[in-house]
């Protein structure tokens, strides 16, 4: 969900905003009903719904809804589509999504099925994605998106575009997702969302000259003042970190015959490239002086790739997560046949990270079922977790990624309807539509605590098997070092040995912009990514 206001098309004018359009029938839908007068009760709720007293029309409308009135069908499903839109207007957005998901899944039944969608559209600007409003989108055919295709409502037809592309994406249908994405106008606010997606979905099926167009037309949208995305440094350096994971992933080929591997030095270039237009003070930096290290190990750059390494073990960065960075410590040093550092990597990774492998999974033990795991994370982010120090800030930093936060917004959203509920007069809180509107919370916040209890659950135990691979990949290092001492190294590992001892990529070259100052043991923040260490090759000492 990408919550932004839309211009005309927001909350406070939604009300001028109640359009009705024309929904063109596609193969055999079952017949709506007929109208027929309609009972006085339903007639006063139109008539105080106009005046835009939604809450005493709101009731009016239920007592239809639930049959109290005897109305013929096609007014009770007006009252159903007049409700949904009160409910909206009352703010109780859950309620109004329970309503127009049951129109929705009526479909060409419903009178009201095709007017529905944009209501859709707006509370999609108002609940996060978890509420699942994009399934429901995906419940119409693209053809039926046309009718918004005009000048009035080009903001909607491009948010509904949008909309459609996420679900087909979900659904794995991704030439249609990106069919969908490629047609949101360039002055849409959902453009960069689109083609951040579109990228994406081209990764998937794993084509990287258009998912590397699309990356890029997202940082050019923004340096030309794109309007409609919350953050634009985030999502610019999201496009950086997504080029260069392509390039470094174009670089890095594999003969599928012989197993043998080339890297495509250009594209390597650019992926670092991409990584260093990434700032200091960006949430990625981290990330992208990392991932940076295996490509400058890739191109012999060894001085740089362990200059990046020394910075994240700053103590700037005493939170930060990075246990693969020994890993690749130890490589570079066993490439260079130093092995005596090679086995202090190692050391230094289980002296480090056995512990936490440990408590992680000693911690993980402690929750049944996905109620406690979301108790859990709510104590995590509060700092109230009864964490110890050696894994309180792992586990914070992998519990924070924002698909997990929207889920948290969500089940607080939910919340905050249900105190609004508390507040209201009682003629309103205690009729049948009052409870009708507690148990519409009830069941969604539920459901969405269990959901995000499971999503946490899941990064965590996405975070123990990650780890887990780590410690794999300490034991392969660990075993290729004892064959080496034992003089049975692979013939591969031997030319790997034999070209780092012809590298200069072993050797700290300065220029003439540069100065090289030894490290005393003090960290400076202004020398934060601008580390190198020398490392000498001792292969066929």
Same mark, same amino acid.
């Given at each position: 969900?990408?919550?932004?206001?839309?211009?005309?098309?927001?909350?406070?004018?939604?009300?001028?905003?109640?359009?009705?359009?024309?929904?063109?029938?596609?193969?055999?839908?079952?017949?709506?009903?007929?109208?027929?007068?309609?009972?006085?009760?339903?007639?006063?709720?139109?008539?105080?719904?106009?005046?835009?007293?939604?809450?005493?029309?709101?009731?009016?409308?239920?007592?239809?809804?639930?049959?109290?009135?005897?109305?013929?069908?096609?007014?009770?499903?007006?009252?159903?589509?007049?409700?949904?839109?009160?409910?909206?207007?009352?703010?109780?957005?859950?309620?109004?999504?329970?309503?127009?998901?049951?129109?929705?899944?009526?479909?060409?039944?419903?009178?009201?099925?095709?007017?529905?969608?944009?209501?859709?559209?707006?509370?999609?600007?108002?609940?996060?994605?978890?509420?699942?409003?994009?399934?429901?989108?995906?419940?119409?055919?693209?053809?039926?998106?046309?009718?918004?295709?005009?000048?009035?409502?080009?903001?909607?037809?491009?948010?509904?575009?949008?909309?459609?592309?996420?679900?087909?994406?979900?659904?794995?249908?991704?030439?249609?997702?990106?069919?969908?994405?490629?047609?949101?106008?360039?002055?849409?606010?959902?453009?960069?969302?689109?083609?951040?997606?579109?990228?994406?979905?081209?990764?998937?099926?794993?084509?990287?000259?258009?998912?590397?167009?699309?990356?890029?037309?997202?940082?050019?949208?923004?340096?030309?003042?794109?309007?409609?995305?919350?953050?634009?440094?985030?999502?610019?350096?999201?496009?950086?970190?997504?080029?260069?994971?392509?390039?470094?992933?174009?670089?890095?080929?594999?003969?599928?015959?012989?197993?043998?591997?080339?890297?495509?030095?250009?594209?390597?270039?650019?992926?670092?490239?991409?990584?260093?237009?990434?700032?200091?003070?960006?949430?990625?930096?981290?990330?992208?002086?990392?991932?940076?290290?295996?490509?400058?190990?890739?191109?012999?750059?060894?001085?740089?790739?362990?200059?990046?390494?020394?910075?994240?073990?700053?103590?700037?960065?005493?939170?930060?997560?990075?246990?693969?960075?020994?890993?690749?410590?130890?490589?570079?040093?066993?490439?260079?046949?130093?092995?005596?550092?090679?086995?202090?990597?190692?050391?230094?990774?289980?002296?480090?990270?056995?512990?936490?492998?440990?408590?992680?999974?000693?911690?993980?033990?402690?929750?049944?079922?996905?109620?406690?795991?979301?108790?859990?994370?709510?104590?995590?982010? %509060?700092? /109230? @977790?009864? #964490?110890?120090?050696?894994?309180?800030?792992?586990?914070? +930093?992998? *519990?924070?990624? $924002?698909? &997990?936060?929207?889920?948290?917004?969500?089940?607080?959203?939910?919340? %905050?309807? /249900? @105190?609004? #509920?508390?507040?209201?007069?009682?003629?309103?809180?205690? +009729?049948? *539509?009052?409870? $009708?509107? &507690?148990?519409?919370?009830?069941?969604?916040?539920?459901?969405?605590?269990?959901?995000?209890?499971? #999503?946490?659950?899941?990064?965590?135990?996405?975070?123990?098997?990650? *780890?887990?691979?780590?410690?794999?990949?300490?034991?392969?290092?660990?075993?290729?070092?004892?064959?080496?001492?034992?003089?049975? #190294?692979?013939?591969?590992?031997?030319?790997?040995?034999?070209?780092?001892?012809?590298?200069?990529?072993?050797?700290?070259?300065?220029?003439?912009?540069?100065?090289?100052?030894?490290?005393?043991?003090?960290?400076?923040?202004?020398?934060?990514?601008?580390?190198?260490?020398?490392?000498?090759?001792?292969?066929?000492?």
């Amino acid at each position: 969900m990408v919550a932004m206001a839309l211009g005309a098309w927001s909350a406070t004018t939604a009300h001028a905003q109640d359009m009705v359009f024309n929904v063109e029938e596609t193969g055999q839908p079952p017949a709506p009903p007929a109208e027929g007068p309609p009972s006085e009760a339903l007639a006063n709720a139109l008539r105080l719904y106009q005046q835009e007293r939604y809450m005493e029309a709101s009731v009016q409308f239920q007592r239809v809804v639930e049959g109290e009135t005897q109305d013929a069908p096609a007014n009770v499903q007006k009252a159903q589509f007049f409700l949904g839109k009160a409910l909206y207007h009352l703010r109780f957005y859950q309620s109004a999504l329970a309503i127009f998901d049951e129109i929705t899944q009526q479909g060409q039944g419903h009178n009201y099925f095709g007017q529905t969608l944009q209501w859709l559209a707006q509370l999609a600007t108002q609940l996060p994605e978890p509420a699942g409003i994009i399934e429901k989108v995906g419940r119409y055919g693209t053809d039926q998106l046309e009718q918004f295709n005009t000048a009035e409502s080009s903001g909607l037809y491009n948010q509904l575009i949008y909309l459609m592309g996420r679900f087909k994406y979900s659904q794995g249908e991704f030439e249609e997702a990106i069919r969908l994405f490629q047609q949101v106008d360039r002055q849409s606010d959902y453009y960069v969302y689109a083609r951040f997606f579109e990228g994406i979905a081209h990764v998937r099926t794993r084509r990287a000259q258009p998912a590397i167009q699309a990356f890029r037309a997202i940082v050019d949208a923004i340096e030309e003042g794109v309007t409609g995305v919350e953050d634009t440094s985030r999502m610019r350096d999201l496009a950086w970190l997504s080029l260069a994971r392509v390039y470094y992933t174009a670089a890095n080929r594999t003969n599928a015959e012989t197993g043998e591997r080339t890297i495509d030095g250009t594209l390597l270039g650019n992926a670092v490239i991409a990584w260093n237009e990434i700032g200091t003070g960006s949430e990625y930096w981290l990330d992208a002086l990392f991932e940076e290290s295996w490509a400058f190990f890739l191109a012999d750059e060894y001085s740089r790739a362990m200059g990046n390494i020394h910075t994240l073990f700053s103590p700037y960065f005493d939170d930060a997560y990075y246990p693969e960075a020994l890993v690749l410590k130890a490589v570079i040093f066993f490439s260079a046949c130093q092995v005596d550092n090679a086995e202090a990597m190692i050391f230094q990774f289980h002296e480090r990270y056995d512990p936490v492998q440990a408590e992680l999974q000693s911690t993980l033990g402690q929750f049944e079922d996905n109620q406690q795991f979301f108790d859990f994370l709510q104590r995590v982010r %509060a700092g /109230e @977790a009864n #964490l110890s120090p050696r894994i309180r800030g792992v586990v914070s +930093s992998a *519990l924070s990624d $924002r698909t &997990l936060l929207r889920h948290v917004e969500y089940v607080r959203l939910l919340e %905050a309807e /249900e @105190a609004r #509920l508390n507040q209201a007069p009682s003629e309103f809180k205690d +009729s049948s *539509l009052g409870s $009708r509107i &507690l148990q519409d919370i009830f069941v969604a916040k539920s459901f969405a605590i269990d959901q995000t209890g499971d #999503l946490a659950r899941g990064r965590y135990n996405r975070l123990i098997d990650d *780890l887990n691979e780590l410690m794999n990949q300490v034991d392969t290092v660990e075993l290729e070092i004892a064959t080496f001492q034992r003089g049975q #190294l692979s013939q591969e590992m031997q030319e790997q040995q034999t070209q780092v001892a012809r590298s200069g990529g072993l050797n700290v070259e300065v220029d003439e912009e540069h100065q090289m100052w030894p490290f005393d043991g003090e960290y400076w923040r202004d020398e934060l990514g601008f580390y190198r260490q020398q490392v000498t090759s001792q292969c066929g000492r």
